[in-house]
């Protein structure tokens, strides 16, 4: 059995419309940082505003932290997060092989989407009072086609890939064990031990994929996550930081 962190709360909700709006709702009650689980999430979301399906007996959780320092440390949370999903798939099924971290906040498993990440902030001043992350996973089952946008990774179970059932329940447990974990080196050493454990998993390193933002779309050789959490690319231009954007491969 996993042992639960030190100081971490746990809500476990039958049904929520969203994991994140319930943090929303609740964060001014909490005392330390709190997940959220829903075993069934009937409005989950994602990047850009775009839906997130929920089917039966997947994942969808919230964390709602005190982080402090700057917004541009925050959001460095979702490498946090990415590398605590990876941590978790590999111990509840004891296995690495095919599990990859796709910039900015997707897991990978075989080559398909297996989870993704969403960080909202409510701010205080210059800096974040609260970060809720969302974590959504396909522990059982995936989304149907018609709700994948184009040129979409193709999503893909726990289950399908592995043959391996792993419970919401059971999967926060090894979650959050792996997100204290990390989460105390990023507070004591900085981001650049999860910067470099997160680019010994990253998916397509020193390959050629395609960043599209809302406005332009930039194809390059991935080379590196900076000190930032930029994406940087080695095109036909010059080397590129990329904040924000969706990759394709």
């Not at 919230?62 to 925050?74: C, N």
């Not at 981001?191 to 395609?210: D, H, N």
Request: contains cysteine; negative net charge.
């Amino acid at each position: 059995m996993m042992t639960w962190p030190t100081g971490y709360g746990k809500r476990v909700l039958p049904e929520v419309d969203s994991t994140l709006d319930e943090a929303a709702r609740i964060v001014g009650e909490l005392q330390g940082p709190e997940w959220i689980l829903a075993l069934r999430q009937t409005k989950g979301r994602a990047r850009r505003g775009r839906d997130w399906k929920d089917p039966k007996g997947n994942f969808a959780a919230t964390l709602v932290i005190r982080p402090e320092g700057p917004a541009s440390q925050v959001a460095l949370r979702s490498f946090v997060a990415s590398l605590a999903v990876y941590d978790a798939c590999e111990s509840l099924t004891g296995r690495r092989e095919g599990l990859a971290l796709k910039w900015p906040n997707d897991v990978l498993l075989n080559g398909g989407k297996l989870a993704g990440i969403l960080l909202e902030s409510v701010g205080q001043g210059t800096g974040v009072s609260h970060l809720s992350i969302g974590i959504g996973v396909n522990l059982m089952e995936t989304p149907m086609k018609e709700w994948l946008e184009p040129g979409a990774v193709w999503p893909v179970s726990l289950l399908s890939e592995t043959g391996i059932q792993v419970a919401p329940e059971d999967f926060l447990e090894a979650l959050a064990a792996a997100f204290a974990r990390y989460e105390e080196q990023f507070v004591t050493y900085g981001f650049e031990p999860i910067r470099t454990a997160w680019l010994a998993r990253a998916a397509k390193l020193g390959e050629v994929i395609t960043a599209r933002t809302a406005t332009s779309e930039t194809e390059g050789t991935f080379e590196t996550v900076d000190a930032s959490g930029n994406l940087v690319l080695n095109t036909a231009k010059g080397r590129i930081s990329i904040p924000a954007a969706d990759v394709y491969f």
